[in-house]
């Protein structure tokens, strides 16, 4: 495992016997974000466990969510959690990768699920801070849906069979970002290139790995974005 800020990328350095926290020197007290070197079933099933022995009993568990079936021809490419043994586990990310919907090459989907105020979907997307409340209020209040007409979601998947909705937010120019809710944390999505995000439009299904990880999970190499390229 690798370990850096969750919010910039940058080093952190551990508690000491001045600090309970880890600490980036830019960002101040961070959960550290660790992320798996390697990429197979034994390393998912490594972060499924730590996930589970790092969840305090009176929080809820950080789902690992997953696209179920995986989207035709994708394969896993990488998993992350941040937080430690003082704080538990805050937030948890998975990358795939496969063709882009429109074609043109190859895409990336980062899926990112986190307690408030962590800032790692918020990094991935190209944002500053570290909430998307902000964003979505800013981007949905300059949209005119016209009269008579509803506000709807810009993308609809199911979350544990579930239909969510997630909206667009403006980020970094050369991905899009979506956030929503699901189990009362953030939900982002990022794709990469931008139009990859069309994905979406198809019909995605998420599934947290951590109540099952399915055996037919295809793995492919480690993805760039979930190691340092974002």
């Known amino acids: 495992m690798s370990v850096s800020c969750p919010r910039c990328g940058g080093a952190v350095r551990p508690p000491d016997l001045m600090r309970v926290d880890w600490r980036c020197d830019g960002c ?8 798996a070197e390697h990429n197979n079933a034994e390393i998912a099933k490594s972060v499924i466990n730590t ?56 895409a990336d ?23 998307p409340g902000a964003y979505l209020v800013r981007d949905l209040t300059q949209i005119d849906p016209g009269p008579g007409e509803a506000l709807g979601a810009h993308a609809k998947i199911k979350v544990d069979g579930h239909p969510t909705p997630l909206w667009s937010v403006s980020s970094a120019e050369d991905r899009s970002a979506y956030v929503g809710e699901a189990r009362g944390m953030w939900l982002y999505a990022i794709a990469w290139p931008a139009h990859a995000g069309y994905v979406l439009a198809e ?28």
């Not at 989907?109 to 909430?131: H, M, S, Y």
């Not at 399915?214 to 340092?228: C, M």
């Open 28 to 35: 101040g007290d961070v959960p550290p974000l660790h992320i």
């Open 109 to 131: 989907l980062v899926i990112v699920a986190e307690e408030p105020g962590v800032g790692l979907g918020n990094r991935f997307a190209g944002l500053p801070g570290t909430d």
């Open 203 to 230: 019909d995605v299904m998420l599934h947290d790995l951590c109540e099952w990880l399915p055996p037919e999970l295809v793995y492919g190499a480690p993805s760039p974005y979930l190691h340092g390229l974002a």
């Open 51 to 106: 996930i589970a022995a790092g969840t305090p009993a009176h929080r809820p568990a950080v789902p690992l969510w997953c696209t179920w079936p995986l989207l035709l021809d994708w394969t896993v490419t990488g998993v992350a959690w941040a937080g430690d043994d003082h704080s538990g586990v805050r937030a948890t990310a998975l990358a795939c990768s496969g063709p882009a919907p429109l074609g043109g090459g190859p």
